[in-house]
């Protein structure tokens, strides 16, 4: 059975128009995935934040779940991928699609 996940964000306030987003879609199976959206300001790598983007791990909005709705606000969608335990020399691929909603 594949696994696949996606995270995704649309602009929808008034002053957007009809919004527009991104979604990030992770197209590996068999390996298990964690999705959720986290603030800019926590993934920031340059800021005075949390700088999870130099991290394997999140700052997630609403523990992680996945369906998480959030306020309006700055966000960046994390797709974490766990590829288990590796031994010396081994490889594994993981694909991710972006596509404009």
Not at 63 to 79: A, I, M, Q
């Given at each position: 059975m594949a696994n696949i996940a996606s995270v995704w964000g649309k602009r929808v306030a008034p002053n957007f128009g009809n919004g527009n987003g991104l979604t990030l879609t992770g197209l590996t199976s068999p390996f298990a995935t964690q999705k959720f959206p986290e603030k800019f300001v926590d993934w920031n790598p340059l800021g005075a934040g949390k700088q999870t983007a130099r991290s394997t791990?999140?700052?997630?909005?609403?523990?992680?779940?996945?369906?998480?709705?959030?306020?309006?606000?700055?966000?960046?969608?994390?797709?974490?991928?766990?590829?288990?335990?590796?031994?010396?020399?081994e490889t594994k691929t993981v694909t991710f699609v972006y596509m404009l909603i």
């Open positions: 791990r999140g700052a997630p909005q609403g523990g992680g779940s996945g369906n998480t709705e959030t306020s309006l606000g700055d966000f960046v969608g994390r797709l974490q991928v766990f590829l288990n335990d590796m031994k010396p020399g």
